[in-house]
Each structure stands twice: as C-alpha cells, then as structure tokens.
C-alpha cells in the first residue's frame, strides 16, 4: 500500500513552467513504476510519462517528450514532473501514479495507486 499526495499545480501564463511533485508514503520499497497522467474536461485519461523507480529509466508520450521530464528523488520518496514551454492545451489535472508491478507503462489499468490530482491551469 501506498498513498501518493500530487502539489505544485496552479496558474501559469503560456510559455512558462511548473514543477509538479508527488509525495508517496507507505510500502515505497515495492515501488517498480510511478507516472503522471492528465485528464482535461471531456477527454480520457492521458498518458504523460513514467519512471523505472529503481533503475530511473523513463517513457514519455510523444507529445510531450522534449518539453516535459519527470524524475524522482528516491531518498525522498518524491516524484517530480518538470513541464517548460506550456501551452493552453496542458491545461488538466494531473495525477500521479504508482504500481508494484511490472507494467505496461502507459495504461492507467496496470497502476494500484493514485493521488488525488493536482490542477494545472495554463492562460494564453
């Protein structure tokens, strides 16, 4: 069991950036993948990017590699997703993610755990 609490969204003016932060808290020692996804009104669960907790290893939806980068901070038990160059289109909530097992990354099916979400707004 894991419990993971998103912070870091708000308003942002397109161009800008916003660093998102996942704190996760529980059995973290089983952690094998944790990811952002995003979910704007009326459309699905979208993928954003994943991390290998151990090995570091990441995946990015093609969309949004090269603007976003997501890490974590293994002794602190915190994911982060780095987000430069916004645009109004980013606007979502953002949720994290969290799975003990091998996973296929991209499928919010395949994670146990969730946050709440965190909202990101971006003005143009």
């Known amino acids: 069991q894991v419990h993971l609490v998103e912070s870091g969204g708000g308003l942002v003016q397109a161009g800008g950036s916003l660093r998102l932060s996942c704190a996760a808290s529980?059995?973290?020692?089983?952690?094998?993948?944790m990811a952002w996804f995003r979910q704007a009104p009326g459309k699905e669960r979208e993928f954003v990017a994943a991390?290998?907790?151990?090995?570091?290893?990441?995946y990015y939806a093609d969309s949004m590699r090269g603007r976003f980068t997501i890490s974590r901070d293994n002794a602190e038990n915190t994911l982060y997703l780095q987000m430069k160059r916004l645009k109004p289109e980013d606007t979502a909530v953002y949720y994290c993610?969290?799975?003990?097992?091998?996973?296929?990354?991209?499928?919010?099916?395949?994670?146990?755990?969730w946050g709440q979400g965190t909202q990101v707004t971006v003005s143009s």
């Open positions: 993610a969290a799975t003990f097992a091998s996973a296929t990354y991209y499928l919010p099916n395949d994670y146990s755990y």
């Open positions: 529980g059995d973290t020692f089983k952690i094998f993948h």
């Open positions: 991390i290998r907790w151990i090995s570091g290893g990441t």
